[in-house]
């Protein structure tokens, strides 16, 4: 975008409303700036501490499970409600 642009919109904003713009423009910049750099980081780490922390190892049903024929059947102590 063409700093032309920018600059005309900013002419039309009121004084009283500049420093809510300066505010804004400078949450883009925190934004911007720690998105690129630590996106990657806090995703690493995220995965890291998972695999530290003793949870369960991806995966699990190469080998298929089991489910009860009766599955979906009630179950005895809801039978008084059918």
């Known amino acids: 975008m063409p700093y032309a642009i920018v600059e005309d919109k900013i002419a039309e904003i009121s004084p009283q409303y500049r420093g ?7 949450f883009l910049l ?3 700036k ?10 690493n780490a995220a995965a890291s501490s998972r695999r ?3 949870g369960r190892p991806l995966g699990g049903f190469e080998d298929g499970f089991y489910m009860a024929p009766d ?4 179950l ?5 409600y059918r």
Do not use: H, M, W
């Not at 720690?34 to 995703?43: D, I, K, Y």
């Open 20 to 26: 809510e713009l300066l505010a804004f423009i400078d």
């Open 30 to 32: 925190y934004r911007q």
């Open 34 to 43: 720690n998105s690129v750099a630590t996106n990657g980081a806090r995703r």
């Open 76 to 80: 005895e102590c809801f039978k008084e």
């Open 71 to 74: 599955f979906d059947e009630p």
């Open 52 to 54: 530290k922390a003793g």
